[in-house]
């Protein structure tokens, strides 16, 4: 069934319970109760309501900084913190949840295959801050961004586009916007779309919107492709006359974790799970390891309190190739910021968070300070 298919159905039928959509490692869960959306979480670290919260400029970083600590120290919900602090109305985190309950929809309509369970009548959670969200305009606007999508890609043909300003694109510009100024400061640096997405702090369907009509209005044009990150060596398996098969690399990956190698245990899952995102033992091992890889970091000196440094020049991070990830990763590296602050502001997992800056850790481009 589509995304639409599904969403009417429920709908249609009154339904409640609670709809949930796996596609790898994500999971959004939304919420029904008589066919009416009131709710939805999702388990990407870019639709957490700090990262929501940030895009739209209701809350800065040192303000999201600062409520995490308090949310990690005291527990309870991220927007009661933020509320009961003063430095959001409630207002704001209900106009925000309904945006990211669309977001979450919306970017459902552009996965090509995912997996989905609806548990009919189960109770909604009982911290659930309620919204009201009409199932069927979600669906009409779904379907235009299925179409919209498909226009974006003719212009812009992967998430390693870069850009560069025309000539004259002052004139080409009637009016702008700070997010617009943003783009176009973005798109001077020779940021891809994928950068430019995480720097902006918002999906890269909007991202590709606002890059799609600069294109439009002769303000930008695309100006070629970045390489693709080297893929490591350790994950090219069959140069190291690995096995292949999925058994195999799942029995390798046990051995490892059981000789308490994180690191290599994860290689041989990524590849399994490369061979086959659904498979629920990979999955289940991923899981394993990436705990086991997160406690064996903070063990080994890369606190939550560490501080890490710049310690590379401009014209030596110019010359290595950073994914739009690790690049965001390393311009929120200022001296200041210690481990956990930086996981607060990013919008990933925290196991991504912490390879990366292991990686560039490893790569002689960042320090470690853990005396302050």
Not at 117 to 145: C, K, Q, W
Not at 318 to 339: K, M
Request: hydrophobic residues 40%; glycine residues 6%.
């Amino acid at each position: 069934m589509s995304v639409a298919d599904v969403l009417q159905f429920l709908a249609a039928g009154r339904k409640t319970g609670t709809l949930k959509i796996g596609r790898g490692s994500i999971i959004k869960q939304i919420y029904l109760e008589d066919g009416l959306i009131v709710g939805s979480t999702s388990n990407d670290p870019k639709e957490f309501l700090g990262q929501v919260l940030l895009h739209y400029g209701k809350i800065d970083e040192a303000q999201l900084q600062t409520a995490m600590d308090i949310h990690r120290q005291s527990g309870g919900k991220l927007g009661t913190v933020l509320s009961s602090r003063g430095l959001v109305s409630e207002a704001d985190i209900m106009e925000v949840l309904r945006t990211r309950t669309l977001e979450i929809i919306y970017d459902l309509f552009i996965w090509e295959e995912a997996d989905f369970e609806f548990f009919d009548s189960e109770p909604l959670p009982h911290d659930l801050i309620r919204i009201e969200v009409n199932a069927t305009s979600v669906i009409m606007d779904g379907i235009y961004r299925i179409d919209e999508w498909s226009r974006y890609r003719k212009v812009i043909p992967s998430d390693r586009t870069f850009f560069e300003l025309k000539s004259g694109w002052t004139h080409s510009i009637r009016e702008s916007n700070k997010e617009i100024r943003e783009v176009l400061y973005h798109v001077e640096k020779h940021l891809t779309a994928a950068e430019i997405c995480f720097n902006l702090h918002t999906s890269l369907f909007h991202a590709y919107a606002v890059l799609f009509d600069l294109v439009e209005k002769g303000a930008i044009k695309v100006a070629g492709e970045a390489e693709p990150p080297a893929v490591e060596v350790a994950a090219d398996l069959s140069a190291l006359n690995f096995p292949q098969t999925i058994p195999e690399l799942l029995q390798l990956a046990r051995a490892e974790l059981k000789d308490d190698d994180v690191e290599n245990a994860l290689v041989f899952i990524y590849s399994a799970l490369e061979q086959e995102p659904k498979n629920t033992e990979a999955q289940s091992l991923r899981e394993e390891a990436e705990r086991g890889y997160v406690a064996k970091l903070y063990q080994n000196g890369l606190s939550p309190q560490a501080v890490p440094r710049l310690l590379a020049s401009l014209d030596q991070l110019a010359s290595q190739y950073l994914g739009p990830q690790e690049g965001f990763v390393l311009s929120r590296i200022n001296g200041e910021l210690d481990i956990s602050g930086i996981l607060s502001v990013c919008p990933f997992r925290e196991v991504d968070s912490l390879r990366m800056i292991k990686t560039l850790l490893d790569r002689g481009m960042i320090g470690i300070d853990n005396n302050l």
